[in-house]
């Protein structure tokens, strides 16, 4: 086998030996490099290393074991094989020990096995070349793996953060729809956008909270919540524009496809499907005489239920259900009196727990309803006074005296009108 790109060091003092040596590995074709000198041949070592030394144990200048023994201390990867002519068991011991050889060979010697030696000595050489190389390659690749991985941990978070800004910037979309269509539905059922519609968010966020509404639940319910009007778009004002109550029992039936209709718009944005579902039983009562589907009891979803409840009491206070506007007071009564046929108890407890706590911090104005033989100096209205034609008589917030009280009365007489007043409750 070719062994070029390999070296050999032969170290004896005989000149005749070496030469010897030398042509017996002439077949391996690797280099070889011979010292009749120890001393010559370490600092030979310094600048070019030998893949296997051949050493002789008995020499002038410095003995074979200890040649050997610096060579293992510097060099400790160049195979070391000690040869010599003399049956000195000690000298080979040394030699073994000190100098960590790997085979012990005599003269004169067998050229076979000095070639198989030798040859030993360069596949345990070219292991170790490619050990070594494969260790390089090795660390070369770890880095290049570090530089791969820290770059895509830097593309993984730089994804990351533009995932989540397309995130929001689809959830703002979504927001950014609720809103237009909540806006456009309040517009064609005649209601402005106000401050008050704040107060009546914070009335049904603070339902949910009440009876443990949180997350993607809170969510879906608060979606519904602005969009549950939004089938009603595509009814006419004759069915907007009068209290449910007062339709005909036809226009009833076509009023109650505003569920089926709110839900087929959310069908068209998977995100609101949830909100979809709720909608469509917002109506639905417990004893099963609501809409569209007459559902009953535990069939109809927890958040419908609960959105039933702060709808009604929304649709009571503003006179789109009965015949006219119920005071908060009255709303209230209303759903306790149907609590355990139409309503969850326990959500028509948090919506009064709510509206007390909303009217103690002014957020929410909860009022009784009178009429003019009723009312006294102090009182403070809670809604506008409105005749029937239309007219603006008072504004809320006014608070009432003597004279304007006999003015109202007088109105009320010549108009030949009963008005419903509604006065902040003290």
Known sequence: MDYSGFTVMLVDDEEAVLKSLA???????????????PVSAIESMD?????????????????????????????????RIVMTGYADVQASIDAINRGKVSRFLTKPWDDDELLQVVRKGF???????????????TERKNRELEQLNASLEQKVRERTVQLRAANEGLKSSYRAIVRMFSTLTARRM?????????????LLLGVAKACKVEGNQLKQ???????????????????????????????????????????????????????????VQHKEYLDGTGYPRGLKGESIHRLARILCVVNDYIELTTGTYQERAFSTIEAIDYLKNYATERYDDDVVVALEGV?????????????????????????KLSRDLISGQGILLLSAGQQLDDATIERVREIEFNLGETFSIYVQKT
């Open 190 to 202: 005649g209601v402005r956008a106000s401050e008050q519609n704040q107060i009546l968010n914070l």
């Open 23 to 37: 042509r017996v590995l002439r077949p391996l074709q690797c280099d070889v490099v011979a010292f009749s000198s």
């Open 47 to 79: 600048g070019s290393q030998a893949d296997l030394v051949i050493s002789d144990m008995r020499m002038p200048e410095m003995g074979g074991e200890v040649f050997l023994e610096t060579v293992a201390g510097r060099w400790p990867d160049t195979e």
């Open 123 to 137: 596949e345990l050489a070219k292991l170790r070349r490619e050990n070594a190389e494969l260790q390089v390659l």
């Open 355 to 379: 509206v007390n706590s909303l009217s103690k911090s002014d957020g929410l104005t909860k009022d009784n309803s009178v009429v003019s033989q009723e009312l006294n100096a102090g009182m």
């Open 221 to 279: 319910l608060y979606y519904a919540w602005q969009l549950r009007h939004i089938g009603k778009l595509s009814l006419s004002d004759d069915l907007l524009n009068q209290p449910y109550v007062e339709l005909s029992a036809e226009q009833q039936r076509q009023f109650q496809n505003h569920p089926l209709l709110a839900q087929a718009a959310t069908l068209l944005v998977k995100p609101l499907h949830g909100a979809g579902k709720i909608i």
